[in-house]
């Protein structure tokens, strides 16, 4: 499965954003699916992940409240909306999915990188103050 990451750009703090990964095959609704930003000269971080099924969703702490994931299995797309970016939100976001339909129920599995075997290319992300 291919992914591909888009909907980033330069925005004002306080401004929304929503990112897209659209996925190449239909297998795409098998999958568990993520989201993970790197900031510069940072460590790539968990922000989010959404069943296959996009009946359960988990965050990390610090994106709780302003970032939703979805997903429309029909369009073999994922979404994630960012509301009331900061300056802190800069970086580079990808998409991950991955074939272990349980993984997101493991607090640890869901934040691991290699958890996802599959990834999008990223897709910039930068908030001015």
């Known amino acids: 499965v291919q992914l591909q990451a888009s909907g980033g750009g330069l925005v004002t703090a306080g401004e929304s954003l929503r990112l897209s990964c659209a996925a190449s095959e239909r297998t795409f609704s098998d999958l568990v699916m993520a989201w993970f930003r790197q900031a510069p000269g940072q460590e790539r971080e968990f922000v989010a992940v959404?069943?296959?099924?996009?009946?359960?969703?988990f965050y990390t702490e610090s994106t709780k409240g302003r970032f939703t994931i979805s997903r429309d299995n029909a369009r073999n797309t994922g979404y994630l909306q960012i509301h009331s970016l900061e300056p802190a939100d800069t970086g580079v976001y990808y998409c991950?999915?991955?074939?272990?339909?349980?993984?997101?129920?493991?607090?640890?599995?869901?934040?691991?990188?290699?958890?996802?075997?599959?990834w999008g290319q990223g897709t910039q992300v930068t908030v001015s103050s």
């Open positions: 991950a999915a991955s074939s272990s339909r349980h993984s997101y129920l493991s607090s640890l599995k869901r934040r691991t990188r290699n958890t996802y075997e599959f």
């Open positions: 959404i069943s296959s099924t996009g009946g359960t969703t």
